[in-house]
């Protein structure tokens, strides 16, 4: 068989992240990989969640400040889920308290965001071939 019959494979896990782990109430749980949906959900909510990261607690609205929370708790869930499907919505609740909180999803997007302008220079270089 000659080297123009076989097949082009894309070893897409050749480009897996190095892992990323949290330890949280004794459990250990990768968040490497976060799924699309999470981090589409991430994308949307961006802003939000940064001025939570830096608002004087004064400038805080309870709604705001509840929606974000629960925003938190189902966009964690989908990425820690994936490593354990115990951590539920009721287990994070019973095991996080705020500051733990928004410290998993900074932990969650530092890489998420680098990722996202090597996918921007990928897609611009694919792009001018």
């Known amino acids: 068989m000659s080297d123009n019959n076989k097949p082009e ?50 400038d805080l609205k309870g709604d705001e400040l509840k929606d974000m929370m629960l925003w938190m708790y189902e966009t964690t869930m989908k990425i820690c889920g994936r490593s354990d499907p115990g951590i539920t919505k009721e287990w994070l609740e019973k095991n996080t308290d705020i500051v733990q909180m928004i410290s998993l999803m900074g932990f969650v997007i530092q890489p998420l965001l680098a990722k996202l302008e090597q996918s921007k220079n990928l897609l611009a270089a694919g792009l001018s071939r």
């Open 9 to 58: 494979i894309l070893d897409l896990d050749a480009i897996r992240p190095p892992a990323r782990k949290i330890k949280l109430a004794g459990k250990e749980i990768d968040v490497t990989l976060v799924p699309f949906d999470a981090m589409l959900d991430i994308l949307d909510n961006y802003d939000k969640f940064k001025v939570l990261g830096t608002a004087k607690e004064e």
